[in-house]
């Protein structure tokens, strides 16, 4: 029993022991997480008040001077805050590694280069500019705002002081507290039994400090992994996903991957057909056509001349149906001009006057060329026959890694991929590259249709051009 009792209490005293331990290594941790929170926080703020209080200073006798000190107090204390943001970020990286193992690599998207064009105007990726200097500016503020790393740590950067005033205040507020009651004795002093009031008053203020203090140490570990826990769900963009958002996304992969392997087996099929109806049968016509001829040269000169003429436009029907059948595979026009001068060169044989405008950088890869040709195909066939449209327009846009194809017409609109099989193909062939079509065709017109895929480009230099066909 005595053993029994002796091991337990060594027990309660080691537990005890690492219990504090680990208090006292939340304390230090929640600690430099607040200092380490305090630049991020108090430089902007500090930078924004003083340089709004000097130009309002400066300004006192103008009209306006408030409004404008704000102005410059909002841009000044944003670029001291865009300053400290990757900052900010690092060291709380470093905090989670060294804390609890756990690694958040910082993975950037590629600022895009400086491009100048013909006329001495900037390209940033995304728009042009006259000015090197506002274009350079320009860029970085609008990488700054699409690059998924960057936005992740300027809502770190305000997420930050706001988390560690909680966690850290409510350990604080326990820790002053308690010692504040400790020493000072608050509790009343009536009916305390045979002890004297004072006594008993002391005393018990005294218990109540001290277990708001304990208290404060104990739940430090845990507001320490609450900070850690919500810097990772922040700056560690992959982890963001649920499972019903991975889930889903899986299922769509699988529908977009069978899609796919369909509609690549429908056109093995219908190029099979029609090789064996058309070219082939005509050739092996034309095999037994020279055979005929063959025998008839000794005996029947006049009949084999007209058999070889017959031959002959027999080849070059077979060799139409085969150039045919080449165009719809891909059109030539596509591999060796590419997007642009192909759909050019549909508008022109379309039914309905079509306008094309072009923006494209260079060349698109052939598989996203092929998906946007036969979707617009398709979109001005559509029109043609179900729009009763006298005109059409035709967009094609190349910005910030996505192809953006915008087909309009003045019919009267209604289009709805239910009541036919032409823009549900649509939608599963550019689905295969991830791609989306927005549909806005209300009734009596205009519609609408809008096409984006994401694609990567090997050259920056843009060509621009505008034809009516």
């Known amino acids: 029993m005595t053993t029994e009792t002796r091991t337990s209490g060594t027990s309660v005293r080691a537990q005890t022991r690492e219990a504090l331990q680990a208090g006292g290594q939340g304390l230090a941790r929640l600690a430099q997480a607040v200092l380490a929170a305090v630049p991020g926080f108090a430089l902007p703020v500090a930078a924004a008040i003083f340089t709004g209080v000097v130009t309002d200073q400066f300004l006192q006798y103008y009209f306006g001077a408030p409004l ?28 989670l590694q060294r804390w609890y193992g756990i690694r958040l690599p ?11 064009d013909e006329r001495g105007h900037w390209w940033t990726g995304y728009s042009y ?33 706001v988390l560690v005033a909680a966690l850290g205040g409510a350990v604080g507020l326990l820790l002053v507290l308690g010692t504040v009651v400790a020493l000072s004795g608050p509790v009343p002093a009536n009916a305390f039994g045979p002890m004297s009031p004072r006594l008993t008053s002391m005393a018990l203020s005294l218990l109540v400090g001290i277990g708001m203090v304990l208290l404060g140490i104990l739940i430090a570990p845990y507001a320490v992994r609450g900070y850690a ?30 899609d796919a392997v ?39 000169q006049a009949a084999a001349r007209d058999l070889l003429a017959e031959a002959r436009q027999s080849s070059a029907r077979a060799l139409q149906e085969l150039r045919d059948l080449v165009h719809g595979i891909h059109p030539p ?21 079509t306008e094309v405008f072009v923006s494209l950088p260079d060349r698109l890869p052939a598989p996203v060329e092929a998906a946007a ?18 005109q059409v327009w035709v967009d094609i846009l190349y910005r910030a890694g996505f192809l953006r194809v915008t087909v309009t017409d003045d019919g009267v609109g209604v289009a709805d991929p239910s009541r ?30 809008t096409l984006e895929l994401p694609c990567e480009l090997s050259s920056p230099r843009t060509s621009t051009s505008f034809e009516k066909a």
């Open 229 to 258: 826990e919500v810097a990772r769900r922040v700056l560690d963009q992959d982890g963001r996903a649920t499972h019903a958002q991975l889930t889903r996304r899986v299922a769509e992969l699988t529908e977009t991957r069978a």
């Open 68 to 95: 404008v000190a704000l102005v410059v107090a909002a841009v000044v204390g944003s670029a001291v805050a865009a300053a400290c943001v990757r900052r900010t970020a690092d060291r709380t990286r470093r905090f």
């Open 420 to 449: 036919g099989t032409g823009l549900r193909g649509i939608e599963r062939r550019l689905g295969t590259f991830d791609g989306v079509l927005a549909i806005d065709s209300t009734s009596g017109g205009p519609t609408t249709i």
């Open 106 to 116: 910082a993975v950037y998207d590629p600022v895009p280069e400086l491009e100048p």
């Open 129 to 161: 500019h006259r000015s090197q200097t506002v274009a350079k500016y320009a860029q970085l503020v609008h990488w700054g705002l699409r690059d998924r790393t960057t936005r992740a740590e300027l809502l770190w950067l305000v997420v930050n002081p």
């Open 333 to 353: 026009v596509l591999a060796e001009r590419g997007l642009g001068d192909a759909v050019r060169a549909l508008a022109l044989d379309s039914a309905l006057p």
């Open 373 to 390: 040709y036969f979707s617009i195909s398709e979109l001005l066939a559509n029109a043609a026959k179900h729009s009763r449209a006298e």
């Open 262 to 300: 369909g509609s690549q087996a429908a056109e093995l099929r219908r190029i099979e057909r029609d090789l064996h109806d058309g070219a082939q049968a005509r050739l092996v016509a034309i095999g037994m056509t020279l055979g005929t001829i063959e025998h008839l040269m000794e005996t029947d």
